[in-house]
C-alpha cells in the first residue's frame, strides 16, 4: 500500500485514490460518538461503511473499548487495518456487505454510521471520489436505510447511534424506516458539507422482536436455539476471524461525503 497521510485531529490517517478522502468535518461524528461512549453500557462499538476506518479510531482512541468496522470495500479494509496498526486500536476489520458481516446475536454499545448518501444522478459532480463511496442510490438514502435497519437489529437497549446524513431533509425522510426498526431521531447536527443524526431505541425498548439484552455483554438470548457463532470474514492482521485471503496489508502499522473541493 502506498498513498497519503492525512492529520484527522490529531491521528494519522492514510489513504489512496481508492477510497473516499476523509474529510475533516466528520471529525465531529467521532466526537459526539466518544461522548456518547462515556455513557453507553459496557460492549464493543461499530462502524458501518467504515471506509479507511478514520472515523471509528478517533471515536475509540484510546478509550479500551473494542472496534468492529464493516465496508463493502476489499481497498477500504486494507487501509482500515494498516490504520488501526498504526493509530494503536484493537479493531476487527470486515470485508463484505454490511447486511452479511454481523452475527444476528451481536450487540454494540455505540454504532457510527458513514454511508454514501449522495443521490445517483449527482456523482458525476465529483469526480475524484470513488463511486461506489459516494452513491447512495436514486434518491441518496439506500445504503442510509440498510444502515438504520441494522442499527435497529444491533444496537444495544441502552445504546446509540450516530449516522451521518447529506441533510436535515435526509434524515426526515429515513424517520419511517428508523421507526420500522424501533428507533427514534434525538438530535439532528448540522454542519457544513452534512448532518449528523443521533437514534435511541424508541421508548427504551429492549429490542425488536422483544428479545432480551444483556448489557454487560454484545449479545441477547435468541430464542429455540443455541448461540450462534459468527461468520464474518475479517482482513488479515486484525484479531478475528477468517482473514479474506491475498489482500495486500504490510508490516507497519470512507466516508464522509463527496469532495466538494
Known sequence: LAGETIDFDGLPIEYDDTVLTPRPWTAAQSHWARELLATAPDGPVLELCAGAGHIGLLAVHGTGRALVQVDASVHACAWAVRNA?????????????????????????????????????????????????????????????????????????RGAAVLQVADREQAARLAPTAADSGLTTIEIRDHDRGALVLLRRTGGQTMAGGRSVDPKHDRTDEPGGDEQESGSPTVPGIEGPEGVPDLPVPDDPGTGGPDDD
Open 85 to 157: 496498526r498504526r493509530c494503536g486500536v484493537p479493531a476487527e476489520v470486515r470485508h463484505g456487505r454490511m447486511g452479511d458481516m454481523l452475527a444476528p446475536q451481536e450487540r454494540f454499545a455505540v454504532i457510527i454510521a458513514d454511508p454514501p448518501w449522495v443521490p445517483s444522478d449527482g456523482v458525476d459532480r465529483f469526480p475524484a471520489d470513488p463511486r461506489t463511496a459516494i452513491d447512495g442510490g436514486p434518491d441518496g438514502l439506500d445504503l442510509a436505510r440498510e444502515c438504520v435497519t441494522i442499527i435497529g437489529r444491533h444496537l444495544q437497549a
